[in-house]
């Protein structure tokens, strides 16, 4: 259950989220922040010391649940393939489909870095480069030679189509709408090939053998 503080502070990013979408990080201000909020501008003030901080607050909730996935991922002791790994890192925005609140997130992040990089360099500093820097996760993994040679020079790619799709949803989805799911398992199917099946599709592909065995065979 969450605490007072803990839902005063959700309900700030959550204002500041629709400001950021509605207006642009300079044109939002703190005061139409706090209104929209339903608390004191100092409230803010007290939990973010500046609109800075803010989208940081914003950027680091989408940075620690990936953050918080690629973790779980490393230390599951369970026998889930590469590709399984990667499906289980990025799913909080494959489920969304490029609509829900990380999608949102990602998306005033990467609007905001093209105009103005310093403004969110310490994200990608503090999220993206120990994933994908020389010891990062995503580095180690691709540095197989299984992987095609461009994703082990620029393991980045992995992500490639989280970051298209969001784009994509958002400038194309209400006229030509983007299936995440089946758009990454393609690009997956690029890289591992078509012929490796996640969990799932094996579990289904099993029970589905299962059934056919015990249909009483036509005499």
Excluded at 64 to 89: C, F, K, P, W, Y
Excluded at 114 to 127: A, D, N, S
Excluded at 166 to 173: A, D, E, S
Excluded at 201 to 219: C, I, Y
């Amino acid at each position: 259950m969450r605490t007072q503080t803990e839902e005063k502070k959700r309900a700030i990013l959550d204002a500041t989220l629709e400001e950021f979408e509605a207006k642009g990080f300079a044109a939002a201000r703190i005061e139409d922040i706090a209104k929209k909020a339903g608390v004191a501008k100092g409230t803010v003030y007290n939990y973010f010391e500046s609109k800075e901080a803010l989208l940081m607050g914003l950027a680091e909730e989408l940075g620690d649940l990936i953050q918080g996935n690629l973790e779980r991922t490393l230390n599951d002791a369970s026998a889930m393939s590469t590709r399984e790994r990667i499906e289980e890192v990025f799913e909080p925005i494959i489920s969304e489909n490029g609509r829900g609140r990380m999608s949102r997130i990602l998306r005033v992040i990467w609007s905001e870095g093209l105009h103005r990089p310093q403004l969110t360099r310490p994200f990608f500093e503090k999220f993206l480069i120990p994933a994908f820097g020389d010891e990062g996760f995503f580095t180690r993994m691709t540095a197989k030679k299984d992987f095609p040679v461009i994703i082990r020079e620029y393991p980045f790619l992995i992500a490639a189509p989280i970051i298209q799709g969001v784009l994509w949803q958002t400038l194309l989805g209400d006229s030509r709408p983007l299936e995440f799911r089946r758009v990454f398992k393609a690009y997956l199917d690029l890289i591992f090939g078509s012929g490796e099946k996640s969990t799932s599709e094996r579990n289904e592909q099993e029970s589905k053998s299962a059934r056919q065995e015990e249909k009483p065979r036509l005499s």
